[in-house]
Structures are given as C-alpha cells and as structure tokens.
C-alpha cells in the first residue's frame, strides 16, 4: 500500500502543480471510462450504490478489502485506500495514510487531549475539530492523508498510571461523553442538533443523513471497551482480560460510546485489544451488536491495529487462526486493521467458518462510509472542500486557536499570596531550570510535525530579555544529580526562577504505564535544591499528561505557585508567558484526580470503580474515591475570587403519571434504611422532565477571567454503590472585574439525576436530591 500510496500523491503533485486538477494522472474510482458503473451514479440512494459494487467484486477481491490497506480493483479504476490516518489532536504521523513528506510539511498541533479537556469549553473542543478536519482535508487533496481518522479517544482516565490517559478527556463520563460528541460532530463536518445537551435526540441516523458528501471526514470512537491499561505488572494490553461488573459498565466505561454513537452519530467504532469479562472486544457479538442495535450504530467497525491476531495469538480464545478471523467479523468487525483476515480469510471459507454473505455486510459497512465520504463521486478536486489546500493548513487562525487551547486548558494548582501573575517591566531577570523547558517534544503522543515548533524556553525567552537556562537533569528520566550545581548557581543570580519540570513520553505513552505517581528520578531533589537557593520562591511548571504526586511541593512554601500545562503543543512556551505575565487569566480545572503515590499499592489490573472497604480498596475517580488526594477533579485557581448564586431550579419534581405500571420499587438496605426509586426506562416521558439550574457567576476581583462552572448532583440517602457526587453539567463563562455573568445549565434528571444499580439498569431515585455549585447547595425533591 505504502507504494501505491506514494504514486497516487506523486501523482497528484504532478498533476495539481504541473498539468492542473482535471489532468488525467489523478487517481480516484468513478474516474472516466469507469464512471458509467452504478455505483458511481449520484442520483442513487447510498445503499444501491454499495451494493451494487459489493454484487460486481470476486471473492478475492473482496478478501482483499478487509484490510486497512485495502487492495486497488483496477478493473473498476478503484485504486488503493489507505483506511488508517490518525487525528488525535492535529494531523498525526503514527497512521501509513498520513504523508508528511509532500506540499504539505507540517501541521497545526494542537495540545494534548487532557490538556484542552481542562478548558471545560465545548466551543473550543469543537473549534478545533473543525480545524483538524480542514487541515485533513487539505492533505487528503494532496494525496497526503486518507478520509478515514482514528479518534477521539473516549475510554475513561480510571488508573493515574495509564500512559494513554494523556489522550483522553479526564475521568468523567459525562464530560467525555461531552468531548467526543464535540469531536465527532466537528470533525464529521456535521450539523448538530438540538442544544448543549442533546440527550436522547436524534437516537437513529434517517436514511436521509447516508447521502454522498454527508461526510466531511469520519471520526472513530475508540477503544471499545473497557480499555485503559497498555503494560503492568506482567500484564499488557494484548492480553488483558478487564473484570468488569455491569453497574461500572453501564455507569463508567460505556456512556461515552453511546454518546459518541447517538449523538455524536460516529461513522466508526474501533473494538480494543483487551478482552471484556473474558472476551475479547472485537470477539464480542453481544458488545459490537449492542452499537447497532440498541444505539442505531450505522458505519464499520474496526479492530485496534492486529486486535485481530490478539484474540488467536496473544488470547487463545480460538484453537485456530480461522477461527479468530471468523469470530471477529461474525461479531460484527468489519476490517481488520493489520493484515490477519487478509491472509486467513481463505482458508477459514475454505474451512466452512465463514460465509460469503459475512463478508458482504462488512464491505456494505465499509462502502457505505466511504460512499458518504463522496470517494466515490469522481475528481475530488471538482467537489465540496475540493478547493482546500496548503493555504489551509497551519494557518494563522489554526496556531491562534492552538494557543488558545493551551492558555485555556492550563491549571493553576497553587498560588501563594497571589505571588503571580508578574509584571513584564519589574523583572529584571528569570532563571528556567528544568529537563522539559528546552525540549521541543511537548506535543505528547499522537503528534504530527508542527508549524513552528518551539520550546518553553523559547517562548519565556521573547518575553523577558535576561534569562538563564541550566537543563539541572540531562533528561526526563533524570538519572544523575550532576547536573543540579550548576541550575543552583544560575538561581541563586537570578531574581526569579522558574523551574519546568515533570513528566515526558518516556514515562508515560503507548504500550508504557508507570510504576510510580512520583516525579522521575532526581527531580523532585533538583526542584528543592533550586527551591532552597533560589532569592524569592520559585513557580513549577509541571509537564505531562498522568497525575504527578508533588504533595512535597505543594507543602513547600519556597515553591510559591504551581501550573499544570500537560503537552501544550508547539504553542506551550507562548501560553505559559502569557501565564504568568497576567496577560490570560487561568482557568483550566482538572479533568481527573491526583492521586497520592500510596495508590500504587493498589493493583492496575482492578476495573472496579467502587471503595470496598473490606479489602481495602479505596475506588477510583472523584465519583467513587475515598483516600486522599494530591489535587481533586476539577480544581484549578485563577487571578481573581469568584462567587456563586443559584439563581433558580425547582425545588419539587413530580413524576405523576409518568411511571408505567407497578415500576416504583423500594431498597431495604440494613438498619431499616431504604430508597425508592423508578426504573428510568419506565418513566414515560423523561424529555418532559428537564429543567434549568440558573446560575450568577460574580467576578470579586480586578482581573478579568475565565471561569469553569461544575454542576454537581447527589443521590438523597446514602445508597451502595451510588456515587460521592456526579457532574450534571458544566459550563465556561468570562467575567469582567467586578461584574457578574449568569449561565443556564439544562438538566436531564433521568439521564443525570440517575444511578446505575447492581444489575447494570439505571434508577431514578425518589426524595431529595442536592445540587451543588462549589460550596452552594440546592435540594430538589423528585417524587412519584
Ligand atoms: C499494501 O498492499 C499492497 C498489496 O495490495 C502491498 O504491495 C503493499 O506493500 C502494502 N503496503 C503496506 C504498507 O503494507
Ligand atoms: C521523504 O522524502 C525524501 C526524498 O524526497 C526521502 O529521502 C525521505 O526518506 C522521505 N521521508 C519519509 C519519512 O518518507
Ligand atoms: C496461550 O497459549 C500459549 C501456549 O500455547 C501460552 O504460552 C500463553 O501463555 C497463553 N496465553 C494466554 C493469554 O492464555
Ligand atoms: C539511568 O540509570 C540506569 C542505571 O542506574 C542506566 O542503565 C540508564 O542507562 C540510565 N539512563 C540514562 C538516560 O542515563
Ligand atoms: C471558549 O472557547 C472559544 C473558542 O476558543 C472562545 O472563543 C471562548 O472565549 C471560550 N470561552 C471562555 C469563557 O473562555
């Protein structure tokens, strides 16, 4: 594929550049003379077309297909497609659709997922899909990336050690439900529907939406299911089996699937590596069909890249590599990212395993896709985005939008007597200390090749004139002190002294967990030494995606402010400035706890969400932990002093001839406690339930700023299982000094109000319910 690929844009090149768009050397099916087959007519309906060219392929041919590497079928003038280009967070080089080596050398990157997660800023997460897809398809119309993107990744932040928590959006389902109908939306290029909170809309694609050119780009919800562990404690994500109870399954690991398939109305779903209860995902029937039948899935499914193989090789779930290759597109997998069905397929049809008409439905599934991505409507440069190129790509609105991200994604942790922000004209001189301030790899996994890539110091360097560099640790991994003597002596000049410190990817990445919450190696003995020495208390700066334990500087008072910037991209030295400078007012918050190094006792291998006191384990994420904590879910400090006011929200609900049947039920729990509580599937009309929590946000300080409003919800009695508190919504508002600024945040109470029980069903729980916005409290009865 790889040379097929490269003739095509060699071919393109030539003929935008030298002979025009309409030349001939262009590849693309429905090119004349084949352009007379039906399944390049336009007129018809989607699903004529697929089947139509499915009715026109051999065996061989079809085979041939199931690959991410999909053969060309030169009788039809269909050339080779390339399905696996990645987008994560800006055009990526890790998939072979992706060609940097062409017109087009570099493009916007954007910062690491968990980062512009912290913004809380629905706008923003769309903002930037938007501009990924322009830049996607102005490579694919060079012939330098494929249609077909692999992201977002969903799959929920449960363990601080995971090396890909980095990709996703925090440790909320909520929340990451939130991001990936963003992402998916944006990036699709379509319209959404309905307002900040869709629920429940829209929960089957109408024929309607399956037209040619319905699909800028596809988007694929990743990694299904229950995956989020790469490599531990013997352990690697190949084969690990995730013991996984149906009440964490229903309320953790699956909300924002189903979002990112109902709402999101994903044109891909990527099944994991990692088996669920035993089964491997892609192996799943129950798991794949359930995103079809119960949530109106209507793209292809595809496996992680070999997650194929796996369920043979690494899982002997199947006594035969026929087997494994049926098992998976019986279950519902329709392409094999890897090479395993193309080479097994044969044999397993010629071993019975596997019909014709199965592989029929996966290449419906496939085609179809494609078909909406207009791929097969002849010269794409003739058509809609078509005129997208070079000019589009790392443009000036894009790196603008990048370091937005990043100035809204940043956390402050710790500000001591409002030690920052500084003032650009009194310093005279700022000593950057640290192994991650003169690097240019801040752009965390999943990076491309950057516009202007630049590093933190280069960034602090064009805002103060005398600074001082000394690196204290020759790397990440920080092995030596030798290095420290030399970063004490420029601090103990300078007036100021930053030090950037903390994680990078080679602690934490793809197929690399951690061992240890704390900083690597000597940093954590630099930071105090520098600390100690250094004329006034010092700001840390800490890099990387996983929680960091740095309760020690937390608690040391020569350690005066502390900011989180995660992998900010190639705009991360600019944002910090401007940071620190006072010229952005911070207001990024946590998108996942920090955890005490303590938690390491607990073992990675554990999916249990839930505190079970009677062996000690203390749950996972702010809705269910108990122990102590470094820093909380959704903190974050700014400039200024906000305040709240809840404005208005019902005090009473009633659910009166709304329950179906005899669905009210009653606990008894032990000591004579009990609760009651409707199954939400027998409430008749949930969508007539919603309302609005009106909140006033008041600025008490002189500083102009943004801030995040988390609204939280608790269940009325203490009820096994149910979460400490959950997020019912959020919101990002600015407020000027001194002024107040109100926001609306809709509340679903049968999707939000909402509990999962042991048996997996949500239920709605009767009584009184509280509302929580910061310190401020709101009771809300609900009764039947
Ligand atoms: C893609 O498949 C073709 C055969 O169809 C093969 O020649 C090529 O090497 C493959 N490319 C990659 C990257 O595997
Ligand atoms: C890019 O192309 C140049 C020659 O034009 C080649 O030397 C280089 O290896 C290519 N790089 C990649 C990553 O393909
Ligand atoms: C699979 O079987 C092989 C030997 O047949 C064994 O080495 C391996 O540990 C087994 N793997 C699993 C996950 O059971
Ligand atoms: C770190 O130290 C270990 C042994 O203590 C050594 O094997 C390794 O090469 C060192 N790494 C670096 C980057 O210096
Ligand atoms: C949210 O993001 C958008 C897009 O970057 C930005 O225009 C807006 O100001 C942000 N909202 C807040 C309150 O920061």
């Not at 509580?677 to 909140?695: E, K, M, P």
């Not at 600024?741 to 729980?765: A, F, M, R, Y």
Request: charged share 20%; hydrophobic share 35%; glycine share 8%.
């Amino acid at each position: 594929m790889f040379y097929s690929f490269r003739f095509l844009f060699l071919s393109i090149i030539t003929c935008f550049y030298v002979l025009g768009p309409s030349c001939s050397q262009l590849q693309y099916p429905c090119k004349p003379p084949y352009d007379k087959y039906q399944f390049c007519d336009t007129s018809l309906p989607i699903k004529t077309r697929a089947k139509s060219l499915i009715s026109l392929l051999t065996l061989d041919e079809k085979i041939r297909q199931l690959s991410d590497n999909a053969t060309q079928i030169s009788r039809l003038g269909i050339p080779a497609y390339e399905w696996w280009s990645e987008s994560l967070h800006g055009i990526a080089t890790n998939g072979p659709g992706i060609s940097f080596n062409g017109t087009i050398q570099s493009a916007t990157g954007f910062p690491q997922v968990i980062l512009t997660a912290a913004a809380f800023n629905r706008t923003l997460w769309r903002e930037i899909a938007k501009a990924v897809a322009v830049e996607a398809r102005a490579m694919y119309n060079l012939g330098q990336a494929g249609l077909t993107f692999f992201a977002p990744n969903i799959n929920i932040f449960r363990d601080p050690r995971w090396g890909r928590g980095q990709e996703t959006p925090g440790e909320d389902p909520m929340v990451t439900s939130a991001y990936a109908i963003e992402y998916v939306t944006g990036f699709q290029g379509q319209n959404q529907r309905g307002s900040k909170h869709p629920y429940r809309e829209r929960r089957f694609l109408n024929d309607d939406d399956q037209r040619s050119g319905s699909l800028m780009l596809s988007a694929c919800c990743k990694h299904y299911t229950a995956y989020d562990l790469e490599k531990w404690g013997g352990h690697t994500r190949y084969d690990f089996d995730a013991k996984v109870t149906k009440q964490d399954m229903e309320d953790t690991y699956q909300p924002p699937f189903k979002s990112c398939i109902v709402q999101g109305r994903a044109s891909c779903l990527m099944c994991s590596y990692n088996r669920v209860n035993g089964i491997p995902a892609c192996a799943d029937r129950d798991l794949l069909h359930k995103a079809r039948n119960d949530w109106g899935f209507k793209g292809y499914i595809t496996s992680d890249c070999d997650a194929v193989a796996t369920i043979f090789e690494n899982n002997n779930f199947t006594k035969t590599k026929e087997e494994a290759v049926a098992v998976a597109l019986k279950a519902g997998t329709d392409i094999n990212c890897g090479t395993y069905m193309l080479r097994h397929m044969k044999s397993a049809i010629d071993q019975g395993k596997v019909l014709e008409e199965d592989i029929d439905r996966a290449l419906f599934n496939l085609f179809s896709v494609l078909l909406q991505l207009g791929l097969f409507d002849g010269n794409p440069a003739r058509r809609q985005f078509g005129n997208l190129g070079s000019q589009n790509v790392c443009s000036s609105e894009h790196k603008t939008l990048a370091l937005e991200a990043a100035m809204q994604g940043i956390v402050l942790l710790k500000n001591n007597q409002k030690f920052l922000p500084w003032n650009k004209n009194d310093i005279s001189s700022v000593a950057i200390i640290g192994p991650m301030a003169n690097t240019m790899n801040i752009g965390g996994d999943y990076t491309g090749f950057s516009c202007n890539p630049e590093s933190i110091l280069q960034g602090l360097k064009n805002y103060v004139k005398d600074t001082f560099y000394a690196a204290g640790c020759q790397d990440v991994p920080c092995n030596s002190t030798a290095g420290i003597p030399e970063a004490l002596s420029i601090a103990k000049e300078a007036e100021y002294v930053i030090v950037v410190a903390g994680l990078d990817l080679s602690q934490e990445t793809e197929d690399l967990d951690r061992y240890s919450l704390l900083l690597p190696g000597h940093q954590m003995a630099l930071i105090r030494a520098v600390a100690s020495v250094s004329k006034k208390p010092v700001v840390l700066v800490l890099t990387g995606g996983g929680p960091v334990d740095v309760s020690f500087a937390e608690g040391d008072q020569q350690i005066a402010s502390i900011i989180w910037i995660g992998y900010p991209g190639e705009t991360g030295g600019k944002a910090l400035s401007q940071i620190l400078f006072g010229e952005y007012n911070p207001g990024g918050r946590l998108p996942m706890t920090w955890y005490p190094e303590s938690f390491t006792s607990i073992p990675m291998t554990d999916m249990s969400m839930r505190a079970d006191p009677s062996r000690g384990y203390p749950g996972r994420t702010y809705r269910f932990y108990t122990g102590e904590r470094v820093y909380g879910f959704g903190h974050g400090l700014s400039y200024t002093n906000f305040n709240y006011k809840i404005l208005s929200a019902p005090e009473r609900l009633s659910l009166s001839g709304q329950v179906k049947g005899k669905s009210r039920r009653y606990i008894r729990q032990g000591g004579g406690n009990g609760l009651d509580y409707v199954l939400v599937d027998d409430v008749a009309y949930c969508d007539s339930l919603r309302f609005h929590v009106q909140i006033s946000i008041i600025n008490h300080g002189d500083i102009d700023g943004s801030q995040v409003v988390l609204l939280f919800s608790q269940v009325p009695k203490s009820f096994t299982g149910a979460p400490e508190r959950q997020i019912v919504g959020f919101d990002r508002v600015h407020a000027l000094a001194y002024r107040s600024v109100e926001t609306s945040i809709l509340v679903d109470p049968c999707e939000h109000l909402s509990i999962v029980n042991e048996q997996g069903s949500k239920i709605l729980p009767l009584g009184d319910h509280t509302l929580m916005v910061e310190d401020l409290k709101h009771t809300l009865s609900i009764e039947a």
